[in-house]
Structure formats: structure tokens, C-alpha cells
């Protein structure tokens, strides 16, 4: 139950503050900036893997457990109770933006930009998804993502992917942080993309690996 608990309150920080600020940003006209919004989304997923990722490991995302699971660094049998805890700290973290930000018509829902297709989006968000796990898989141990080394590469990964990406599919790479404010905010269109590209990118990271690392040693057992 603590490991839960810590990927119920890991995810539900990070979704209050990255949709935060994409919240607050919409409803104020742009104060906050689309590279504010960015180093936000950098910056908390850091400080969650320094808070929690002795504990759960700090996976706060249900393509990176179902990609821990398949490279044999987590038990299959975990993967629904992390993704439902997952699942509960984005809606109740959109939650009460909902009720502290009524106004706003997206809670930092995400969507493609104007005239890019969505299989386009796909394509990004399963590459964006897979540059991702990469550095997941080969900066953590076993299941956790733990010590200096794997916050800063963590958080600095999603930091660059935000920057970068985020105009066009605003960088979701998490089922969960893309399915509790769309639902909330009635934005569903696409949705489809978000929640299987992080997930089918997530699994073709470790494949990757075992393309140049020894399969044991994705599996957390150099």
C-alpha cells in the first residue's frame, strides 16, 4: 500500500502542477509561457523521483509500468493496482483544478495542433514515449528510478521533449495525465492517441535495449 500510495500522490503532483500550469496560463493569457509550462513539467517529475522513487519508484505513468513489466524489472500482478493508483492521483489532481480554475475550458487537456494530423501526433507521441523510457530503463535499478542521476535525466528529458513538442500534441507521453483532464474538461477527440502511443512506445524502448544491452541487463540484473 505505501508504494501505491506514493504513485497515487507522485502522480497526483505532478498533474496538479504541470496541468496547473497549463490551467493557469490559459485562463490569465499567456503569463505563464509555453516554456514556463515546459520547465514546470521538468521540474516537478524531478522532484516526485527524489520524493518517491525509493518507495514505488516513481513511475507516476501507466506506459512506464506496463514497460517495467515487460522487461521483467516489475510483476505483472502490480501493473492494475499502479495504474488504477495512477489513474486516481490525475483525476484527483484535475479535480480540484476544476474547482479552482472553473472557468477553464481544457485543465491542460491534450490535443494535436491545428492541422496536424492525428497520426502524425501519434507518431510523435510514440517517439517522444520512446526517447522517454529509454532513459528510464537505463537510469534505473530493478523497478526504481532512484539517486541524482536519474531525476535530473529523467526530468531533464521531459523537460526538452515539453519544449519542444508540446506546441504540436503538448507532449503527453502518460495515459493517465491525458485521459483525467480530457474526461473532465469533455475534450475527448483523439484521446485514442494518447492512451495507446505512450504505451506502444514505452514497450519499443525496451526493445531497443535489448537490441544493445545483454536482455539480463534490461531486466536490471548486471
Not at 505532478?14 to 516554456?35: K, L, N, Q, R, W
Not at 481544457?106 to 490535443?111: E, I, K, P, R, V
Given at each position: 500500500?505505501?508504494?501505491?500510495?506514493?504513485?497515487?500522490?507522485?502522480?497526483?503532483?505532478?498533474?496538479?502542477?504541470?496541468?496547473?500550469?497549463?490551467?493557469?496560463?490559459?485562463?490569465?493569457?499567456?503569463?505563464?509561457?509555453?516554456?514556463?509550462?515546459?520547465?514546470?513539467?521538468?521540474?516537478?517529475?524531478?522532484?516526485?523521483?527524489?520524493?518517491?522513487?525509493?518507495?514505488?519508484?516513481?513511475?507516476?505513468?501507466?506506459?512506464?509500468?506496463?514497460?517495467?513489466?515487460?522487461?521483467?524489472k516489475f510483476s505483472w500482478k502490480d501493473v492494475p493496482?499502479?495504474?488504477?493508483?495512477?489513474?486516481?492521483?490525475?483525476?484527483?489532481?484535475?479535480?480540484?483544478?476544476?474547482?479552482?480554475?472553473?472557468?477553464?475550458?481544457?485543465?491542460?487537456?491534450?490535443?494535436?495542433?491545428?492541422?496536424?494530423?492525428?497520426?502524425?501526433?501519434?507518431?510523435?507521441?510514440?517517439?517522444?514515449?520512446?526517447?522517454?523510457?529509454?532513459?528510464?530503463?537505463?537510469?534505473?535499478?530493478?523497478?526504481?528510478?532512484?539517486?541524482?542521476?536519474?531525476?535530473?535525466?529523467?526530468?531533464?528529458?521531459?523537460?526538452?521533449?515539453?519544449?519542444?513538442?508540446?506546441?504540436?500534441?503538448?507532449?503527453?507521453?502518460?495515459?493517465?495525465?491525458?485521459?483525467?483532464?480530457?474526461?473532465?474538461?469533455?475534450?475527448?477527440?483523439?484521446?485514442?492517441?494518447?492512451?495507446?502511443?505512450?504505451?506502444?512506445?514505452?514497450?519499443?524502448a525496451i526493445l531497443s535495449c535489448k537490441l544493445v544491452?545483454?536482455?539480463?541487463?534490461?531486466?536490471?540484473?548486471?
Amino acid at each position: 500500500m505505501k508504494k501505491l500510495f506514493a504513485e497515487l500522490f507522485g502522480t497526483f503532483a505532478m498533474v496538479f502542477c504541470g496541468c496547473g500550469a497549463m490551467t493557469i496560463d490559459e485562463i490569465t493569457g499567456g503569463t505563464i509561457s509555453h516554456v514556463g509550462v515546459a520547465i514546470t513539467w521538468g521540474l516537478i517529475v524531478m522532484a516526485m523521483i527524489y520524493a518517491y522513487g525509493e518507495i514505488s519508484g516513481a513511475h507516476f505513468n501507466p506506459a512506464v509500468t506496463i514497460a517495467f513489466a515487460y522487461a521483467k524489472k516489475f510483476s505483472w500482478k502490480d501493473v492494475p493496482k499502479y495504474i488504477i493508483a495512477q489513474t486516481l492521483g490525475a483525476f484527483l489532481a484535475i479535480g480540484i483544478l476544476w474547482i479552482l480554475f472553473p472557468e477553464s475550458q481544457s485543465f491542460g487537456h491534450t490535443y494535436p495542433a491545428d492541422g496536424f494530423a492525428p497520426y502524425k501526433a501519434f507518431l510523435l507521441e510514440l517517439l517522444l514515449t520512446f526517447f522517454l523510457m529509454t532513459t528510464i530503463i537505463n537510469v534505473s535499478t530493478g523497478s526504481k528510478e532512484v539517486g541524482t542521476m536519474a531525476a535530473i535525466a529523467v526530468g531533464s528529458v521531459l523537460l526538452l521533449e515539453a519544449m519542444f513538442a508540446g506546441p504540436m500534441t503538448k507532449a503527453s507521453m502518460n495515459p493517465a495525465r491525458s485521459l483525467a483532464p480530457a474526461l473532465i474538461s469533455g475534450n475527448t477527440q483523439n484521446l485514442w492517441l494518447y492512451l495507446t502511443a505512450p504505451c506502444l512506445g514505452a514497450i519499443l524502448a525496451i526493445l531497443s535495449c535489448k537490441l544493445v544491452k545483454d536482455e539480463d541487463c534490461c531486466a536490471g540484473n548486471c
